[in-house]
T-cell receptor
Framework: ETGVTQTPRHLVMGMTNKKSLKCEQH?????MYWYKQSAKKPLELMFV???????ENNSVPSRFSPECPNSSHLFLHLHTLQPEDSALYLC??????????????FGAGSRLTVL | DQQVKQNSPSLSVQEGRISILNCDYT??????FLWYKKYPAEGPTFLIS?????DKNEDGRFTVFLNKSAKHLSLHIVPSQPGDSAVYFC????????????FGKGTKLTVNP
């Protein structure tokens, strides 16, 4: 596997379910991100992790809980979500330092539907 | 309050002609700008970037122009090809950092054969 891999690609869950989104990067990057893309809205930054430490939480509701066990893996744990949380969730990574530090590599996304 | 605006949701161009995608921003602290391209069922991919110390950056068929006084940037694709059909996102950041990359809503480009 190369690049940034996200699983599952599609997820349907009820409001009382607990599920997790997984992201893995094989690029040797040190920073990982969660973005949310809702219909007709710009990509919204949710969380940033640098060297496994969370450095940004963009006022995300606590029903979204990120976890970064190492620089290659990022999870987004979901519980008691609302229908308006239905969106495409994109994971990204970047070198953080040196050339290209500003350039994010995105995964294909996890399409979440909350019923 | 959108800091990065792409006012054209869609653009249709004939193959071989020029495509011009526009982006406006409101935050004068932005100093680094990027364009991403997104195909259906794929994540956005980096296309080209420009620092605020420049007013033009070129990479093959793609050129980005930055007008700081107007807080406006544009992406030119010459010549346009059907494979360029995708959604194009403009993004900006302040102080060169990627953590606070702010995206526009995107413009869907269709290049007709």
């Amino acid at each position: 596997e190369t690049g940034v891999t996200q699983t599952p690609r599609h997820l349907v869950m009820g409001m009382t379910n607990k599920k997790s989104l997984k992201c893995e990067q094989h690029l040797g990057h040190n920073a990982m991100y969660w973005y949310k893309q809702s219909a007709k809205k710009p990509l919204e930054l949710m969380f940033v992790y640098n060297f496994k430490e969370q450095t940004e939480n963009n006022s995300v509701p606590s029903r979204f809980s990120p976890e970064c066990p190492n620089s290659s893996h990022l999870f987004l744990h979901l519980h008691t979500l609302q229908p308006e949380d239905s969106a495409l969730y994109l994971c990204a990574s970047s070198p953080r330092q040196g050339w290209g530090a500003n350039v994010l590599t995105f995964g294909a996304g996890s399409r979440l539907t909350v019923l | 309050d959108q800091q990065v605006k792409q006012n054209s949701p869609s653009l249709s161009v004939q193959e071989g002609r020029i495509s011009i995608l526009n982006c406006d921003y409101t935050n004068s602290m932005f100093d680094y700008f990027l364009w991403y391209k997104k195909y259906p069922a794929e994540g956005p991919t980096f296309l080209i970037s420009i620092s605020s110390i420049k007013d033009k950056n070129e990479d093959g068929r793609f050129t980005v122009f930055l007008n700081k006084s107007a807080k406006h940037l544009s992406l030119h694709i010459v010549p346009s090809q059907p494979g360029d059909s995708a959604v194009y996102f403009c993004a900006a950041s302040a102080q060169g950092g990627s953590e606070k990359l702010v995206f526009g809503k995107g413009t869907k480009l269709t290049v007709n054969p």
